[in-house]
Structures are given as structure tokens and as C-alpha cells.
């Protein structure tokens, strides 16, 4: 599976932004999806995952109550609803998919495929 990640910018404090990771091929629904950030000189670190249907989600405690991750399957998509954005929200957003993965798959060694990144950067 191909990802390609889009969506980021420039927000101040307290805004919101939507990620997008749109997938190719035809069997997308077999995959658990996840969101991964890394700011410079940081390990990347996991945000969210989603199970195959869309139907249990998980989330980093430092996003969670902010953070919404969801996926369409008749789009093959799967996006990141970021809220209330802080300054150290700021980093580069990828997704990730793997056909072993779960919605409490944590750890990147675990996400066989990647997208190329999208750069969020909140200004305080």
C-alpha cells in the first residue's frame, strides 16, 4: 500500500487543522492505521491508531481529548482532526498502515508502511 499524507500548516495556538492519508489499492479495510509525529531532535513518537473498521480508536495521552483520528473505507482514507493545537503539537505528521497492525498498535517498528510526512507547525 502507497500513503500520501497532506494537510498540515501553519496555525496559531488554539487552532485546528485536519490530516489526511489517503491510500491506494483495493484492500485498504485490511490494514490498522496510525498517526506518528517527530519534531527535531525527537524520537517519532506515536499520536493515534485505528482499528480496520473504524470502530475502536486509541490515542497518545498527550493528545487525547484533542485529537480525533477516523477513517473512510469507501475512500480509502484515513484522517487526523487535530483541536486546540499547542505550540508542541509542532512536528512532521506521518501516517502509517500494516496488515498486522490494531488499534492499540503503539510502536512504529510495528507499521510496515509510511507516508512521506506533512508538516504541522503551531506559532504560540
Known amino acids: 500500500v502507497q500513503l500520501q499524507a497532506s494537510g498540515g500548516g501553519l496555525v496559531q495556538a488554539g487552532g485546528s487543522l485536519r490530516l489526511s492519508c489517503a491510500a491506494s489499492?483495493?484492500?485498504?479495510?485490511?490494514?490498522?492505521m496510525g498517526w506518528f509525529r517527530q519534531a527535531p531532535g525527537k524520537e517519532r513518537e506515536f499520536v493515534a491508531a485505528?482499528?480496520?473498521?473504524?470502530?475502536?480508536?486509541y490515542y497518545a495521552d498527550s493528545v487525547k481529548g484533542r485529537f480525533t483520528i477516523s477513517r473512510d473505507n469507501a475512500k480509502n482514507t484515513v484522517y487526523l482532526q487535530m483541536n486546540s493545537l499547542k505550540p508542541e503539537d509542532t512536528a512532521v505528521y506521518y501516517c502509517?498502515?500494516?496488515?498486522?497492525?490494531?488499534?492499540?498498535?503503539?510502536?512504529?517498528?510495528?507499521?510496515?508502511?509510511w507516508g512521506q510526512g506533512t508538516q504541522v507547525t503551531v506559532s504560540s
Open positions: 502509517a498502515a500494516d496488515l498486522m497492525a490494531g488499534w492499540r498498535t503503539l510502536s512504529a517498528d510495528n507499521y510496515g508502511y
Open positions: 489499492g483495493r484492500t485498504f479495510i485490511s490494514y490498522g
Open positions: 485505528i482499528s480496520r473498521s473504524g470502530g475502536y480508536a
